[in-house]
């Protein structure tokens, strides 16, 4: 069997794992604080007929060798985590993080989860909280009569209530960074959950320490790249229908040999009858 047939066959599962990871991104192009991912591949091992380097003769060396490649595999998806555009929404619950950082949140079973998604609600009970419901850490819970909220770029929360001049502070806000974002495990709706490959979370006041600053009324948006994606997309494609030409071509060389087998035994047959 040729091999060709084989080798373009991990070609055509490759490009389908790029399109599925491409047309991810794009269905995410609005999606707050999204990270947009890249696929990535190393070659196969390769089929040595000749080591580079095999004498050919008593004085001379073969200075290349033979070798042929088996195919390509997938070997991550890498979370892109580039900052998106900001975006001025003049709600004074939504924050942009801007620099390194997640804020932190807590799933009902306790679980803690990290998200760069900051358009930040208050819930019945006027504790701060994300879309789904799950409560900023630390917890800050907005008094009823507040009739304003502000949140400073190093993430203290003040509210002024009816009566008083002065704010009052009722919470900060955090950070948390990790050295290898990119090891994060994505939960899906903007979380994600720290691995071993992500490190140890490293949690403080924003602006400190390498931590971003947050900015109130903004939201990041998303760091896909429409143009890009769409390049990816058609690149893809294309090395995916080059990668099904291959296993036609070689479908065809294989049918020529077939062909030719037949053609040989046709005339061989028809030398016997002939004799006869």
């Known amino acids: 069997m040729m091999q060709s047939l084989y080798t373009a066959s991990t070609g055509m599962l490759g490009q389908q794992m790029q399109i599925d990871t491409t047309a991810n991104n794009i269905a995410n192009v609005n999606t707050i604080g999204f990270k947009k991912s890249r696929a990535e591949f190393a070659d196969l091992m390769y089929k040595v007929m000749e080591y580079a380097g095999t004498s050919t003769s008593d004085v001379t060396k073969s200075p290349t060798g033979m070798e042929v490649g088996l195919g390509v595999r997938p070997t991550a998806v890498n979370k892109i985590f580039s900052e998106g555009s900001l975006k001025q929404t003049d709600n004074e619950l939504d924050v942009a993080i801007t620099g390194r950082g997640f804020l932190k949140f807590e799933l009902p079973d306790g679980t803690e989860v990290y998200s760069r998604n900051g358009a930040l609600k208050i819930d019945e009970n006027g504790t701060i909280v994300n879309d789904d419901g799950y409560k900023l850490i630390p917890e800050i819970v907005v008094p009823p009569d507040a009739t304003s909220i502000t949140i400073g770029t190093d993430g203290t929360v003040t509210v002024v209530q009816p009566g008083q001049t002065q704010a009052t502070q009722i919470g900060q806000m955090t950070l948390t ?100």
């Open 177 to 276: 960074n990790y050295i290898n974002p990119a090891g994060l495990h994505s939960l899906g709706d903007n979380l994600y959950m720290e691995t071993d490959s992500s490190g140890q979370p490293v949690e403080g006041t924003p602006g400190v320490d390498g931590l971003g600053i947050l900015r109130q009324g903004f939201v990041e948006l998303s760091n896909v790249e429409l143009v890009v994606e769409l390049t990816d997309l058609i690149t893809g494609q294309r090395a995916y229908d080059s990668n099904s030409k291959v296993i036609t071509t070689s479908d065809e060389m294989l049918q020529t040999t077939n062909n030719q087998k037949r053609s040989e035994e046709h005339t061989s047959n028809s030398s016997h009858v002939a004799i006869s």
